[in-house]
């Protein structure tokens, strides 16, 4: 019987600089009821890392991978990462639409208009990953990088930054004059991917790198929402401090501000010294791409990611067991400093010389500052909360956190030593918070108060 459709296939290629020189990786096709997949053959010899992890060229060859849409993944979840989540007052998309509409393109709500966002948005973005509509937009883009070159960020610029980001009843035309077509960044603060000078932020700012930029740093430049998250940047950057001096890798970062809106610039580690893209995916993407019941960045447990890093058969961590430590250091911290934010969107793995490993931290944010996010954890661990075999109490926070390290395969000394060393290396946090300039007294002292309950209650746990 033949069927016709009601919509056309919608067609995309796929391509990567991974290598430091620009190669196709396949084709991708939207149908009404699917997204596919196809690796080229000339890309399955050169044997680099592919679409996500788990989609491996080795594992999936010449075959087509072929996932049906549903309503929380329109796209295979690699691809998926590169669109701006939904949501009208969403900056990155906001910022494409824009420009979109100066070109004439206003597409409807929905798949068209994502469709339309990761054509413009799908390439130069975070990762390793460049989605184009044809081969030809493809090689255009790579024959003509804008040059290595710094503007001062100074009023001349002739664009109102702090306009845009009050963004509501604005559009974000002009700032798109000064940046072009903005490679975008998914998550809820407002952020645009520059180059700095590789010496460090002096008010100099430059179009993310395409190529080999010696004198360049390529940086996500977090802007602060000083009526929704005031003294944000400050309370990241002494939480990145936190993780640094917990022996975590830690990006580059630069406090500053543009032309009165406090700005965080991080510098990228999808990105090597030579500016060249490196294989990166969040534990989001990777996990929904083996596991069609994870719908949201949150709809997992630090338990089970333990699990997935265990019983995978590619690896999603290599070093397994370390990997589970890290982890669990990463929640322990995290509950220690009030970031109850540690969703599977605040963790990455990259490919180091085909090792997968967790990418140094980002976005380690104590968001329980502010009351909205205060909540102990986004995710579940070691049923904590939960009533479990008839007990008339739900399990407490030590017990769940012995839950979660044994569940994790740490044995009961290793599990004491994260937990001593994180509340060592957080010792004088409360203190630190308290001397931030810029973070209001009410959030201080809401956050030290929860905090140091929280260090009581761990500290029963040892
Ligand atoms: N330093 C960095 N290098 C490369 N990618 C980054 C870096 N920081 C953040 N990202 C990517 O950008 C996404 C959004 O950044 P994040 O700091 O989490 O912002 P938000 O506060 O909006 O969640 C992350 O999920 C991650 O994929
Ligand atoms: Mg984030």
């Known amino acids: 019987m033949q069927s016709i459709g009601n919509q056309r296939d919608r067609q995309a290629v796929v391509w990567t600089r991974q290598s430091g020189k620009p190669v196709k990786m396949g084709r991708l096709y939207l149908t009404e009821s699917d997204c596919r997949f196809t690796y080229e053959l000339d890309y399955l010899s050169l044997q680099q890392p592919g679409l996500g992890l788990l989609y491996a060229p080795e594992i999936v060859q010449e075959s087509t991978i072929i996932r049906p849409r549903t309503e929380f993944f329109d796209f295979l979840p690699p691809i998926q990462s590169l669109v701006p989540p939904k949501g009208e007052h969403n900056f990155q998309r906001k910022l494409v639409l824009a420009y979109l509409a100066k070109k004439g393109i206003q597409p409807n709500n929905g798949l ?64 798109i004059n000064i940046i072009g077509p903005t490679p975008s960044v998914g998550g809820a603060i407002p952020k645009i991917l520059l180059s700095i000078p590789d010496t460090g932020w002096d008010n100099r700012i430059g179009l993310p790198s395409r190529g080999p930029a010696p004198q360049m740093t390529d940086v996500v430049v977090k802007f602060e929402q000083n009526t929704a998250y005031p003294g944000i940047n400050e309370l990241e950057a002494l939480a990145l401090d936190i993780h640094k001096e917990a022996g ?6 630069w406090l500053s501000d543009m032309r009165g809106i406090p700005v965080l610039a991080v510098e990228r580690f999808d990105r090597n010294t030579a500016n060249t893209p490196v294989f990166t995916e969040t534990l989001y993407s990777i996990l929904a791409t083996g596991d069609a019941d994870i719908t949201h960045h949150y709809s997992y447990s630090y338990d089970a990611i333990g699990t997935a890093i265990d019983k995978s058969p590619m690896d999603i961590i290599s070093q397994r067991k370390q990997g589970k430590i890290q982890l669990m250091k990463r929640l322990v911290l995290s509950l220690l400093t009030g970031n109850g934010d540690l969703h599977l969107e605040n963790l990455s793995v990259k490919l180091n010389q085909g090792e997968a490993e967790f990418t140094p931290v980002y976005d380690p944010t104590p968001m329980r500052a502010y009351a909205i996010h205060n909540m102990i954890s986004v995710m579940p661990f070691g049923d904590y909360g939960e009533m479990i075999n008839n007990r008339d109490e739900p399990v ?28 060592q290396v957080t010792e004088s946090f409360t203190e630190r918070v308290s001397n931030l300039k810029t973070l209001p007294e009410l959030n201080k002292n809401n956050l030290i108060d929860i905090v140091n309950k929280v260090r009581a209650r761990i500290k029963q746990s040892i």
């Open 112 to 175: 068209e208009a994502d469709w339309e966002i990761l054509k413009i948005a799908g390439h130069g973005a975070i990762g390793h990953l460049d989605v184009f509509e044809n081969d030809d937009k493809a090689l255009q883009w790579y024959a003509t990088p804008p040059a290595a070159e710094l503007f001062q960020v100074t009023e001349d610029l002739g664009f109102s930054l702090k306009e845009t980001l009050s963004w509501l009843d604005q559009d974000a035309s002009e700032l």
């Open 248 to 253: 975590f890798e830690v990006p580059n970062y």
């Open 396 to 423: 407490g926070l030590t017990e769940s956190i012995q839950n979660l390290a044994k569940h994790l395969g740490l044995t009961p000394s290793e599990a004491t030593e994260v937990i001593h060393f994180s509340l």
